[in-house]
């Protein structure tokens, strides 16, 4: 199930900790994160090329963000999210760890943005925090500069 997750919890909370005026409050947590999973058909619906919607770029952000905070939670070290997007969706993401580069991951077709799944977004939020603190443990005198 892919609420059992850590990473999954985290992105609630990311999503929960945004609504700041409780219009979200009788949303479960999978219709929260519905934006996330992008089916053949939603995929299919999307034009190839296109710039990405604030709204995306927001999802994109916190799904990261939700990443860091994972991290943190397991390693102790704070973790801090950069991104550098082009306006046509394109760009970069980093996570740093003190002077650690923990995640590094270029961004194309933002605007395509989603997983075929809850399973797959749990499982692809899971790897990422499981290769960060991995790379912390190879490197903790980098994470703790």
């Known amino acids: 199930m892919p609420t059992d997750s850590p990473f999954f919890q985290e992105l609630i909370k990311q999503w929960r900790?945004?609504?700041?005026?409780?219009?979200?409050?009788?949303?479960?947590?999978?219709?929260?994160?519905?934006?996330?999973?992008?089916?053949?058909?939603?995929?299919?619906?999307?034009?190839?090329?296109?710039d990405p919607d604030p709204e995306t770029l927001w999802r994109l952000e916190l799904y990261y963000n939700a990443i860091g905070l994972a991290i943190e939670r397991q390693t102790g070290i704070m973790v801090s999210p950069m991104m550098k997007m082009h306006h046509e969706g394109f760009g970069r993401m980093i996570l740093a760890a003190g002077r650690l580069i923990v995640i590094n991951k270029h961004l194309r077709d933002v605007h395509r943005f989603?997983?075929?799944?809850?399973?797959?977004?749990a499982s692809e939020g899971d790897k990422a925090v499981?290769?960060?603190?991995?790379?912390?443990?190879?490197?903790?005198?980098v994470a703790n500069y």
Request: no cysteine.
């Open 17 to 50: 900790a945004q609504d700041t005026h409780g219009a979200w409050e009788n949303k479960t947590d999978l219709e929260l994160l519905e934006p996330y999973v992008l089916d053949k058909e939603k995929r299919k619906q999307i034009p190839i090329m296109g």
């Open 114 to 121: 989603g997983f075929p799944s809850f399973e797959k977004l």
């Open 130 to 141: 499981a290769s960060a603190v991995e790379m912390i443990g190879k490197f903790p005198d």
